[in-house]
């Protein structure tokens, strides 16, 4: 173990939360997250924490952020909740159409979906330890669509996605076709799969939620690619296995978002900068007036925002 790792883990935490909040995302979570428009963030599959990326909107006020987690006790973390956000839980699934589901409880069961697993002749060299699937366990769930369990929280504000569930994400978007017809959503993080036969069974590929959400008016803005763990468990330098699946970010197209309100182009703005994307952040800051008087008379002081931003690029 190096010697800076050793002494983050020994550092109290009130001088890791000292350091954290010092740094760039933080500095400009404070000058921006107490001015932002209500928006509505939706974490669906949200064991064990909120991500501290979001800490834009997190630290944010007028944010209605909802954890949906069918697994209450691994949402215990609202209980202490200690973000500006307001938090509310939803512990029922989520479906594309809603209604009772299968749900298939993999033996290890953070392996769980809506969706079987597989195991396709294509993949039965790579899967040898069966026994994070197996035996499997088929549960009858009520489940909700997305826009069924926003259910009270804001109908206008605009609308960002975060999701992984086992291989159902594009589904659970595709069952909320309204809210991308109303152009409610502007951002989405997803998790997707890279496999030509995926281990869930007709699970939604990652070229296919471009697909979809090209045709929603979005743009791919990031994709981190997740390779397959080796079977030895030792990661090596200058080997390589098999694309797995990914983390994908998407955003409303700027073209698009400038026809919508400036609550709307406000909170693209936060998104960005939730992803670190500080050019693409003060390029809209300078060029859309609507945003930057927005901010001004909510109490931003957006010529420091600005000078922040100029700093990361």
């Known amino acids: 173990m190096s010697l800076s790792?050793?002494?983050?883990?020994?550092?109290?935490?009130?001088?890791?939360?000292?350091?954290?909040?010092?740094?760039l995302p933080w500095r400009i979570s404070k000058q921006l997250s107490p001015h932002l428009p209500a928006v509505v963030c939706v974490d669906v599959g949200a064991s064990y924490y909120p991500h501290v990326k979001w800490l834009q909107f997190l630290n944010a006020p007028n944010t209605q952020w909802l954890a949906v987690e069918p697994n209450e006790a691994n949402i215990g973390y609202v209980k202490s909740w200690s973000w500006r956000s307001q938090v509310s839980t939803c512990t029922t699934g989520l479906s594309r159409d809603g209604g009772i589901q299968t749900l298939y409880v993999t033996n290890v069961d953070s392996g769980s979906s809506l969706l079987p697993p597989e195991i396709t002749p294509s993949m039965q060299?790579?899967?040898?330890?069966?026994?994070?699937?197996?035996?499997?366990?088929?549960?009858?769930?009520?489940?909700?669509?997305?826009?069924?369990?926003?259910?009270?929280?804001?109908?206008?504000?605009?609308?960002?996605?975060?999701?992984?569930?086992?291989?159902?994400?594009?589904?659970?978007?595709?069952?909320?076709?309204?809210?991308?017809?109303?152009?409610?959503?502007?951002?989405?993080?997803m998790e997707s799969t890279m496999l030509a036969q995926p281990l869930m069974k007709n699970s939604g590929k990652f070229w296919q939620a471009c697909e979809y959400l090209e045709q929603q008016g979005f743009e791919l803005l990031h994709i981190k690619p997740i390779a397959a763990a080796p079977r030895s468990?030792?990661?090596?330098?200058?080997?390589?296995?098999?694309?797995?699946?990914?983390?994908?970010?998407?955003?409303?197209?700027?073209?698009?978002?400038?026809?919508?309100?400036?609550?709307?182009r406000t909170s693209l703005l936060a998104f960005y900068l939730t992803n670190?994307?500080?050019?693409?952040?003060?390029?809209?800051?300078?060029?859309d007036n609507d945003v930057t008087a927005f901010l001004r008379t909510r109490g931003c002081d957006v010529e420091t925002l600005a000078s922040t931003l100029k700093t990361a690029i």
Do not use: W
């Open 233 to 264: 468990m030792r990661t090596r330098p200058n080997r390589n296995t098999y694309m797995h699946e990914c983390d994908a970010v998407f955003a409303l197209r700027q073209d698009v978002a400038a026809g919508l309100s400036v609550e709307h």
């Open 5 to 23: 790792l050793t002494l983050r883990r020994l550092a109290p935490q009130s001088m890791k939360n000292f350091l954290r909040r010092r740094t």
């Open 125 to 189: 060299h790579r899967i040898t330890k069966l026994d994070y699937f197996f035996p499997v366990t088929e549960r009858r769930i009520e489940t909700l669509t997305l826009i069924q369990a926003m259910a009270g929280l804001s109908a206008v504000a605009p609308v960002f996605v975060k999701l992984d569930t086992q291989g159902t994400e594009l589904s659970i978007l595709q069952g909320a076709q309204r809210l991308f017809d109303e152009q409610r959503i502007v951002g989405i993080e």
């Open 276 to 287: 670190l994307f500080y050019e693409e952040a003060l390029s809209l800051l300078e060029r």
